[in-house]
């Protein structure tokens, strides 16, 4: 059996192969070329070295806002959305009844479009910071915490279902040795709860994380980057470089470049930290 699946391995291998050079490895190679070109469309690109990049950073600083404004965000939603998510979930695993109608519940925003999300969420928040006198667009602020609350109320569920998965896997004797040595319940947290879920918390952690320094079509839909773009996250100020200045789809090239060489950069950061802290746990 062994020497027919190895036989017959590169005849079940090369389709995937082909699909995924087509699909991602060759479009990816053409956009790093890009990203050193000039052009309006793929078939009539010309090579203008670093030039792309030294705009990039000497233009404006548009780039780099968006970058310190996903920055924050990131790190709020992240510690916001694990937090809560865990809460829940920790509330769900004690047999409170109708726990799988809760369940279903929070998880279902999940399943809703990032720009129905937004647009819906807009009429919402405008519609209770009227009676104030200002929206979402009055003060960057307003459309920072707006996108935190939607990231949040789309995420949590997603991320108590996994956090829920991870404590019902804890042997129930554990916790009992540990109540009857006399530990408290901060302690139970710390020493079991939290190391026994730690796979849970890395694919929680790393989730949010990408989801939130991606984010783009609620950020388009909430606020479009206003006032003065300053709630314009990293996807939509590539959006708005490539598509909405002529001239400029080079530039915008070059900063998808360097928005996906972060991306990978903190993933891999944020995976190597948490499996570390897995094997230790």
Known sequence: ??????????????PTLLAFAIAFIIPFIMGVYLSFAKFTNVTNPTWVG???????????????KALWFTVKFTLVSVVTVNVIAFIFAKLLTRGIRGTNLFRTVFFMPNLIGGIVLGYIWQILINGILLNFGVTLTFDAKYGFWGLIFLMN??????????YIAGLQNIPGELLEAASMDGASSWQMLRKVTLPLIASSITICTFLTLSNSFKLFDQNL????GAP??????????????????TGYQGVGQAKAVIFFVIVGLIAFIQL???????VEG
């Open 221 to 224: 839909a909430l606020t479009g």
């Open 50 to 64: 670093l030039d792309n990049y030294i705009k990039l950073f000497t233009i404006n600083n548009d780039f780099i």
């Open 272 to 278: 190597r930290i948490s499996r570390s802290r897995e």
């Open 153 to 162: 109320w789309q995420m949590i569920g997603y991320m108590m279902v996994i």
């Open 228 to 245: 003065q773009r300053q709630t314009t996250m990293l996807a939509l100020d590539i959006y708005d470089t490539f598509y909405g200045r």
């Open 1 to 14: 059996m062994q020497k027919t699946l190895k036989k017959y391995f590169i005849i079940f291998v090369i």
